[in-house]
């Protein structure tokens, strides 16, 4: 069985800030993303990427997911991003831009000959038409053993600049579609999937009705790029204390001896089948990793 990592709050930082690297040792995310590539300038790329290696060699992230998003790698930075970051054993190696199920596996070879231990997973940034277009491939990869492909991450900004969608309108009504289409090629492949940052930072009620939409929409989590929204994500995509419950009611009812062999039961005025009993195990299982994060 896939282990099964909570991802709630993605909290992304430049790697080129020290004061933010520090910070990020404290905040109650469940995974920590340092980017190296769009949050930092080129002439800070060197400086940075030397930072965020020592940083993750330190190991002083605690039990927090630790991903480095890289820059290209079909660029001459993205390949010393690689070779700096790969030998440290980041949990994953956030991907921009990809467009095709290729330099997945490119990547993850590369993750291979230099030194990368195995735990090192790989994540796909969507960003473009091309990459919406081709979902499906992308997701595929993760068949793939040498893709090391765990997770695919929604862009919404770089979507909207590369189809002229405007951003903003509650609802994303024209993101919709495409954000589901992520959702579906990930299920099908049995990866995670988050959905992309809110902008406005300052908008706490925007910020959290765009995670219910997440979260009702079947996204892990959700990128954030400030504190404040850490613990509005870890409420609003954590299981609930009425969904623990009704989870171990469930299991519970497909304990008993009576219902053993069935493959449907009645509870709770309802028909509950197997598929059921087997997402209540999901849920439990989600919530005893995330209590793991905090003990």
């Known amino acids: 069985m896939t282990e099964i ?120 940034m969507i960003e473009s038409p091309m990459a919406i277009l081709e979902i499906g491939a992308i997701a595929s990869a993760a068949r793939d053993i040498d893709s090391r492909l765990a997770c695919l991450v929604m862009g919404p900004n770089d979507l909207a600049k590369g189809s002229r969608v405007r951003l903003g309108v509650p609802g994303r009504p024209a993101l919709v579609p495409w954000l589901m289409s992520g959702v579906a090629a990930a299920r099908a492949y049995e990866i995670d999937i988050l959905d992309g940052i809110y902008n406005a930072f300052e908008d706490a009620d925007g910020f959290r009705h765009e995670c219910e939409q997440g979260r009702d929409c079947g996204f892990d989590g959700k990128m954030l790029i400030h504190p404040s929204q850490i613990e509005p ?6 299981p609930s204390g009425e969904e623990v419950a009704e989870a171990q009611a469930i299991i519970a009812a497909f304990a008993q001896p009576e219902n053993a062999g069935r493959g449907v039961i009645p509870f709770r005025g309802r028909m509950a089948e197997r598929l059921h009993a087997a997402e209540a195990a999901r849920t439990l299982a989600i919530t005893d990793a995330i209590a793991a994060l905090t003990a």
């Open 5 to 124: 990592r909570p991802r709630r709050s993605v909290f992304s930082m430049p790697g080129s800030n020290a004061r933010a690297l520090e910070k990020a040792r404290t905040l109650p995310a469940d995974v920590v993303m340092i980017d190296l590539e769009d949050a930092v300038t080129p002439e800070a790329k060197a400086s940075a990427r030397q930072a965020v290696t020592a940083a993750i060699a330190s190991g002083s992230f605690g039990r927090r997911e630790v991903v480095v998003r890289i820059n290209s790698p079909d660029t001459s930075t993205g390949e010393a991003d690689l070779a700096a970051i790969a030998p440290t054993g980041p949990d994953a190696v956030v991907v921009p831009k990809v467009n095709g199920p290729d330099v997945l596996v490119s990547v993850g070879s590369r993750l291979w000959r230099l030194g990368a231990p195995e735990r090192t997973k790989v994540w796909a």
């Open 233 to 238: 994500a870890n409420a609003i995509f954590g």
